[in-house]
């Protein structure tokens, strides 16, 4: 009697790893916007944290976070592109941008990153 053979071919192997593949690469490309994206958050919650009500003014803000930017070495976004507004009584700082990184061919991830703090 003939046994058949069981198990994976080398196209089976294919179809099953280039995906993975493709997926890890992703993951390794967007690792730095990410990166990134954890040094804004935590540039913008330190100063949200420092500030008291009665001494908040935009340019102020706005210093602070270039001294943060500086220290982090953050490069995207300028600090120019928070926003720092009062809603009420309170001030709110800001950072909604997107980045995007090319993977191959015509082809690019976009990552859209979102991040508010309250100044007490």
Not at 58 to 83: G, H
């Amino acid at each position: 009697m003939r046994q058949r053979q069981n198990g994976i071919t080398f196209i089976g192997w294919l179809l099953l790893l280039v995906p993975v593949a493709i997926v890890g690469y992703g993951a390794i490309r967007l690792a730095p916007l990410y990166l990134n994206y954890l040094k804004v958050a935590k540039a913008i919650s330190r100063v949200a944290s420092e500030y008291e009500s009665e001494q908040i003014t935009p340019q102020a803000v706005r210093s602070a976070l270039q001294r943060s930017w500086d220290v982090e070495s953050i490069d995207f976004p300028k600090v120019s592109d928070i926003a720092v507004a009062r809603e009420g009584q309170q001030w709110v700082v800001e950072a909604d941008y997107e980045d995007q990184v090319k993977m191959f061919g015509s082809l690019s991830l976009l990552m859209h990153f979102k991040k508010r703090a309250t100044l007490e």
